[in-house]
């Protein structure tokens, strides 16, 4: 999907840009679950056609599906007056994706560790831990609301998760 | 919404019940929710419960399938059945590995090793 080659107009004159220009995209969906589907088709398509791994296109599937998930039911309370905005930048070398609610926002650190005792068998409590590990920059806003996640093509994250703390 | 209904289909071998997810992608509630009706549905009807799930089509998961197996967990521990997954890819694996589920489900390579490997095989 996407142009391999994109066309600029300035001062009357024509340019043709390989594909290495960066792909953006932003998009404001509903608060419903499945409302991530496309944004998330685009950003998987993208990847691919900037040569991104099967493994990095896993990764970043996971991770864009779980920041969606918490930002529909824990941000937003699946309220259907609120939305969800999606903004992504691919480029040959990495992916950037930020992805913000209306929520009163969280405090990730008060989120336990679900590795560890009891928590183990819970049946919530995994996206924080699985986006930490799949991508190498993961971080929220200080509202808590948003979500910003960077992940390098072809870099293996260091730890794989382990290094996240409850 | 034109959801697709995920599958799962159900076996008998070698004295054990083998449910494997048709769908290779596990996402939404929706299929997370009809997936536990279904693997319920087969908790409840078996007599003596050796459960395998099958993973061979299952490309990608979320972390709602992991809330959903560990309730099929516990359900099987309460009527005292024994559960085994297999077949499992490996990136799926990787997402295993890093939850640290590993150290509660017994994973097997296949659903042969899974169904040789009930304590009260026969």
Redo the contacts between chains.
């Keep these: 999907m996407g142009p391999l080659w994109c066309v600029k107009s300035v001062d009357g004159k024509v340019f043709y840009m390989a594909s290495e220009a960066p792909i953006q995209g932003s998009t404001v969906v509903e608060s419903k679950?499945?409302a991530i589907s496309l944004p998330c088709r685009q950003i998987l398509s993208a990847m691919e056609e900037k040569g991104f791994s099967?493994?990095d296109v896993?990764a970043v599937?996971?991770a864009v599906?779980?920041a969606f998930?918490n930002a529909v039911k824990h941000g937003n309370k699946m309220d259907p007056h609120k939305t969800v905005t999606i903004d992504y930048t691919i480029d040959a070398e990495k992916v950037e994706i930020d992805i913000q609610d209306q929520g009163g926002g969280f405090n990730p650190q008060s989120i336990p560790d679900?590795?560890v005792g009891e928590n183990?068998?819970?049946?919530?409590g995994?996206?924080l831990?699985?986006m930490s590990?799949y991508m190498h920059i993961f971080e929220y806003n200080e509202r808590g609301n948003g979500v910003h996640m960077v992940r390098y093509k072809d870099r293996p994250i260091v730890g794989?998760?382990d290094a996240v703390a409850g | 919404?034109a959801?697709i209904q995920p599958r799962v289909s159900v076996e008998h071998v070698d004295g054990a019940t083998v449910v494997a997810f048709t769908d290779e992608k596990i996402?939404?509630?929706t299929d997370v929710r009809a997936l536990r009706e279904s693997i319920e549905a087969v908790i409840e009807k078996a007599d003596r419960l050796h459960l395998v799930l099958d993973f061979r089509h299952v490309r990608?998961l979320?972390?709602?399938v992991?809330?959903?197996l560990?309730?099929v967990r516990?359900r099987v521990d309460e009527r005292g059945g024994q559960l085994r997954l297999c077949n499992i890819h490996p990136?799926i694996h990787?997402?295993f590995r890093?939850?640290?589920?590993t150290?509660?489900f017994d994973i097997c390579e296949s659903v042969d090793i899974a169904t040789q490997s009930f304590s009260d095989h026969r």
Excluded: C, Q
């Design positions: 679950p499945s099967k493994d896993f599937h996971l599906e779980e998930v679900p590795r183990l068998y819970r049946p919530e995994r996206g831990l699985l590990a794989h998760g | 919404m959801a996402l939404e509630d990608f979320s972390s709602a992991l809330g959903l560990i309730r516990k990136g990787e997402v890093i939850t640290r589920l150290n509660i």
